[in-house]
C-alpha cells in the first residue's frame, strides 16, 4: 500500500468517476484501475461496487476511505512539518485587490514570481 494508491481512492470519492479521477491524478484510467485493484488484493477486501461504470463503494471501502483521508492528512502534516524545519513558507497564500488606479501591478507580479512553487 503507499500514499498514491490512497490518493487515487480519495480522487474516485470526490469525482465518481474513474476516468475523471485518472485526470485529476495525471494518470491513465486503466493505471488507476489497476492500482485500486492492486489495493483491494493486497487488503483483501472489495471497496467498489463496479458495473459498467462506477456504481459507488462497499461498505467496507467506505470505512477504508476514510482511513484513506486521515493517513493523507497526516502525510500531508508531516512533509508541511518537514518543510518547516528546513525554514521553508508551507501553505497557500489568497490575495485579493480592489481595482484601485494607485496600485502598481508589478507588486503582484513581483510577489507572485518569487513565492511560487513549481
Known sequence: ????QLKY?????ETRHFGKAASQCNVTQPTLSMRIRSL???????LIVRGQRFEGFTPEGERIL?????????HDG???EAALCKGQVVGELR???????SVDPMI?????????RS
Open 78 to 80: 508531516l512533509q508541511a
Open 40 to 46: 483491494e488484493e493486497e487488503l483483501g477486501l472489495v
Open 9 to 13: 481512492l480519495i480522487a474516485l470519492d
Open 66 to 74: 476514510a482511513w484513506a483521508r486521515a493517513l493523507l492528512a497526516a
Open 95 to 101: 490575495l485579493g485587490m480592489v481595482p484601485l488606479a
Open 1 to 4: 500500500m503507499d500514499i498514491k
Open 108 to 116: 503582484f507580479i513581483r510577489l507572485l514570481t518569487q513565492n511560487t
